[in-house]
């Protein structure tokens, strides 16, 4: 018995992920990033979880009244989604000063060439045309990054794919500090967040920024609405046409949502023209707000009482501090000054 003890507490690694602040999330951030961060945080490991509101600022310092809200809509739903402040360290990432001085400090050793080669940083140049992006700010968006990891001595970062770079940039950082400084971090890893793909109700992949998304916080009558306008087959024009489920967007979130039984019937039913999109919709609608229905009555008690969130994050902002001056205690000594 106790060495099964010692062994958890030998595998309990310091986690941190986390999100620029985009406001209300959809059905996607819960099956991927939330569910694997709550997880996470279920397993004992020490969890630091943040929203990354400088990062927003990179790209939206144009339209920064919108960030406090943003923030706020954004942690309900992490809330509602189980993360627990008792068990994890949730805070804002502008809350903890100690990232800035970190993230100034690694800018006296990162080689330009280091940030232009990031592979994120050509595409963004290119996504975000039309808006002033070719900042100094910008540039520095991996070394951000890299700042809020080590800061903490994180050992492992849940991400997505799209992630990855910016975790290979931060693991080569460390390395020049310690080449140049001795050892202070771990070498972060990444641990990939595998998300089922979820087609927005256009059937382009889910993101806000198509305005095909299903918000968690959407009411019951607002996701039936979604789900009715929902792109299915495209090749199935009539009630008495047959159906491909293996290309509809409606049959994707089923395999989700739904009971495995009615699935099955739904695989064989629409391929025979027996079952109709708008029955099948219907029926999704119904299983998704069944699904959500623990889910949005906890978020609206949370989004009830503003203050009590703003007092987490308080919190948690300062367990945070605690650990990260701790490190910058070390980081000064190891450079120096
Ligand atoms: N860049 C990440 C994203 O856009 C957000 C982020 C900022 C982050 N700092 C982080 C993720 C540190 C993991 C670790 O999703």
């Known amino acids: 018995m106790k060495e099964v003890g010692t062994e958890k507490v030998m595998a309990r690694l310091r986690i941190l992920s986390g999100m620029r602040p985009s406001g209300k999330l959809h059905i996607g951030h819960l099956l991927g990033a939330l569910s694997n961060w709550r997880r996470l945080q279920d397993e004992g490991n020490e969890t630091y979880y943040m929203v990354a509101d400088w990062?927003?600022?990179?790209?939206?310092?144009?339209?920064?009244?919108?960030?406090?809200?943003?923030?706020?809509?954004?942690?309900y739903d992490w809330l509602a989604a189980g993360l627990d402040?008792?068990?994890?360290?949730?805070?804002?990432?502008?809350?903890?000063?100690?990232?800035?001085?970190?993230?100034?400090?690694?800018?006296?050793?990162?080689?330009?060439?280091?940030?232009?080669?990031?592979?994120?940083?050509?595409?963004?140049?290119?996504?975000?045309?039309g808006r002033e992006i070719a900042t100094h700010g910008f540039l520095?968006?991996?070394?951000?990054?890299?700042?809020?990891?080590?800061?903490?001595?994180?050992?492992?970062?849940?991400?997505?794919?799209?992630?990855?770079?910016?975790?290979?940039?931060?693991?080569?950082?460390?390395?020049?500090?310690?080449?140049?400084?001795?050892?202070?971090?771990?070498?972060?890893?990444?641990?990939?967040?595998?998300?089922?793909?979820?087609?927005?109700?256009?059937?382009?992949?889910?993101?806000?920024?198509?305005?095909?998304?299903?918000l968690l916080s959407d009411s019951e009558e607002e996701t039936t609405q979604k789900v009715m306008q929902m792109l299915t087959d495209p090749a199935r024009k009539r009630r008495t046409d047959p159906g491909n489920p293996d290309i509809c967007p409606v049959f994707d979130l089923q395999k989700i949502f739904a009971p495995r039984e009615w699935v099955e019937r739904v695989d064989r039913e629409c391929r025979t023209a027996e079952i109709g999109c708008v029955e099948d919709k219907q029926a999704l609608a119904r299983y998704l707000n069944e699904y959500l229905r623990p889910f949005r009555s906890a978020r609206s008690e949370f989004a009830s009482d503003p203050k009590r969130v703003k007092a987490i994050l308080a919190e948690g902002a300062e367990r945070a501090r605690a650990s990260a001056a701790a490190t910058m205690d070390e980081v000064r000594k190891a450079m120096r000054i």
Do not use: C
């Open 55 to 75: 990062h927003a600022l990179t790209t939206e310092y144009e339209n920064s009244e919108g960030i406090q809200s943003n923030i706020i809509e954004m942690v």
């Open 140 to 214: 520095g968006y991996p070394m951000l990054q890299a700042a809020d990891i080590l800061v903490y001595k994180a050992h492992a970062v849940p991400v997505g794919q799209d992630q990855l770079p910016h975790l290979e940039f931060t693991r080569e950082l460390a390395r020049r500090f310690h080449h140049l400084y001795g050892e202070v971090f771990p070498e972060p890893q990444s641990m990939l967040t595998e998300t089922p793909l979820i087609r927005g109700i256009d059937g382009r992949k889910m993101s806000k920024r198509y305005g095909n998304a299903i």
């Open 85 to 129: 402040p008792k068990k994890s360290v949730i805070f804002v990432q502008s809350h903890v000063k100690e990232h800035a001085e970190l993230y100034l400090l690694f800018s006296m050793i990162t080689p330009l060439g280091w940030l232009e080669r990031v592979p994120t940083y050509k595409e963004a140049l290119e996504e975000y045309e």
